[in-house]
């Protein structure tokens, strides 16, 4: 697995385009992730997976209730993510959905270093929540990717759906 810390706060379009159809191009199982500020588009992980990403919902509940990972649940709890649904619906997508947004985009290659040259423009914009909202309108949910008890599954797509409308 990598992952990729992007901004999308003094960014345009054209660049997070290019910088998602270079991540896509390597990593063939991606899924991109969202941090919002009071539900505004701000920033995004891109995590890069070799195979396909399974994740089981059920485990982490009970992974999270284990008493070695309070830390980690308090520090979820500091940032405002109080509960397993609340963290993954951060899910804004994965290569099938988002790879239609970034089609045609120019790749950043060792050949040809574009994102050297495009990172620049989108200085000082304001485009961020544009650009989110762009990517959001692609997203599907995915039937693949979570796995789980139904109750866990159907309150998890319905609060995926939920985020960003």
């Known amino acids: 697995m990598f992952t990729l810390y992007v901004?999308?706060?003094?960014?345009?379009?054209?660049?997070?385009?290019?910088?998602?159809?270079?991540?896509?191009s390597v990593f063939p199982h991606s899924t991109i992730w969202a941090n919002t500020i009071n539900g505004q588009g701000y920033d995004m992980v891109f995590m890069g997976h070799l195979d396909p990403p399974k994740i089981d919902v059920d485990a982490i509940v009970e992974r999270m209730g284990r008493?070695?990972?309070?830390?980690?649940?308090?520090?979820?709890?500091?940032?405002g993510v109080s509960s397993l649904n609340e963290l993954l619906s951060t899910y804004a997508g994965r290569n099938a959905d988002l790879g239609k947004w970034s089609a045609g985009a120019?790749?950043?290659?060792?050949?040809?270093?574009?994102?050297?040259?495009?990172?620049?423009?989108?200085?000082?914009s304001t485009l961020e929540d544009v650009i989110y909202r762009q990517m959001l309108a692609y997203r599907q949910l995915p039937n693949d990717l979570f796995f789980g008890s139904p109750e866990r599954l159907g309150s998890l797509m319905n609060a995926i759906m939920a985020t960003g409308r």
């Open 67 to 79: 008493p070695e990972m309070a830390p980690v649940v308090q520090s979820l709890h500091e940032i």
């Open 106 to 124: 120019e790749l950043n290659t060792d050949a040809d270093l574009r994102l050297q040259y495009l990172g620049g423009w989108g200085i000082n």
């Open 7 to 24: 901004p999308l706060y003094e960014s345009d379009v054209r660049t997070v385009k290019s910088e998602l159809a270079t991540f896509l």
